[in-house]
Every structure is written in C-alpha cells, then in structure tokens.
C-alpha cells in the first residue's frame, strides 16, 4: 500500500522557519521527481517547488526563491522543504505529491 | 508564466447526466521533447488531490473509465459521461511543460 505521509506544519512568526517532512512508502521513490503543491485559505493550488528523481536539481516559484529549500533523501524515501523567512502569505496546506501519489496537506500558519 | 483557464468555475449537474470542464492555456504546452505535460486532478473537500489524467489522456490506475481526458497544443477539456455523487469536488488543470508549473483556477463540480 503506498502511504505518504506529510508533517511538520504549525503555527510560526512572520520571519521565523519551519521544516516539512514527507515520509513515503510503497513505491519506487527514487524514480520520480516531487514536488511541494500549497493552497492558500478558500483559493486554489500553487506549485512551490520541485525536486529531480536524483536530487540533482531544484526549482522553485519566485516567490519562495532564496528563502525555502526543497531536499530528499532517496534511501529514506523521504522529501523535505525547508522554509525561512516565512511570511504571512506563506499561510497554506502544504501538500507533498510525486507521480500520481499526493500527500494529505499540512497547515502552515504565519501570523504574529 | 503559462495562465491556464479553466471554465466553468462552477458546474452544477444532474446524476447519471454528462459534464465536461474546459481548460485552456495562454501558450503551446507541448515540451520540447514531444510530450505535454499536462494532468488532471480531483480534490475533495477534506482530502488529499488525486491525479486524474496525465500526460493530457493517459488514465490513472483506478479512475473509472466515465472520465476522459483530450486535447492538445493549448486546449484540454476533461469529460465525464455520466456523473456520480463521488465525483463532486474541485478538479484542477495543470501544465509541468514550462517553469514555474501552473494550475488553473479550479472548476467546483456539485450535484443539483
């Protein structure tokens, strides 16, 4: 059965940081490219960045380049995004997904 | 960036009767090497997104064969033949052609 799971959301200051963990199982991680997907209160899906089958490179939406890291880790068939400098407009589910699997969303708030 | 349109926003449908969701970008989605990258997704409330359709008509394991995916170039439409209560939900387009990765706006499918 494939399973993945994401953690990590909470609460956080604007300019504080948070990691997300997206732990998976039950299919052939290393294959595929994944990718973080966030949707912000009563709006639709943004695509926040994206990281190759080998880990060899990493793309981002602008408004999170230089300030979120998206990172794996192939023999733990684990996915992270490590996000700094968060802001207000960070606040969303974020969701982790990879071929056809996606995680179950995890609630990142920013507010003082 | 690639601006995907998606129309209706809202489709209301009876039971048992056809729907069909257009979704149209502001440029070519297909890829340089030949393929469009193009998916379907299906969001319900409470609920992690599951991918539909990938590369523009390729059907995911278990989505029932009512739905189908068409299209090409910057024109895409999703069709159901004969809609169920489970298929109420959002379902969103999304090109993976061209950085950064797009979605549309969502379509808001309901029951009458």
């Known amino acids: 059965e494939v399973q993945v799971v994401v953690s990590g959301g909470d609460l956080v200051q604007p300019g504080g940081s948070l990691r997300l963990s997206c732990a998976t199982s039950g299919f052939t991680f290393s294959n595929y490219w994944m990718y973080w997907v966030r949707q912000t209160p009563g709006k639709g899906l943004e695509w926040v960045a994206t990281i190759k089958a080998d880990g060899s490179a990493q793309y981002y939406v602008d408004s999170v380049k230089g300030r979120f890291t998206i990172s794996r880790d192939n023999a733990k068939s684990s996915l992270s995004l490590q996000m700094n400098g968060l802001r207000v407009e960070d606040t969303a589910v974020y969701y982790c997904a990879g071929y056809t699997y996606w995680g179950q969303g995890t609630l990142v708030t920013v507010s003082s | 960036d690639v601006v995907m349109t998606q129309s209706p926003l809202s489709l209301p449908v009876t039971l048992g009767q056809p729907a069909s969701i257009s979704c149209k970008s502001s440029q070519s989605l297909v890829h340089r090497d030949g393929n469009t990258y193009f998916i379907w997704l299906h969001h319900r409330p409470g609920q992690s997104p599951r991918r539909l359709f990938y590369?523009?008509?390729n059907r995911d394991s278990g989505v029932p064969d009512r739905f189908s995916g068409s299209g090409s170039g910057t024109d895409f439409t999703l069709n159901i033949s004969r809609v169920e209560a489970e298929d109420v939900g959002v379902y969103y387009c999304m090109q993976h052609t061209h950085w950064p990765w797009t979605f549309g706006q969502g379509t808001r499918v309901e029951i009458k």
């Open positions: 590369r523009v008509s």
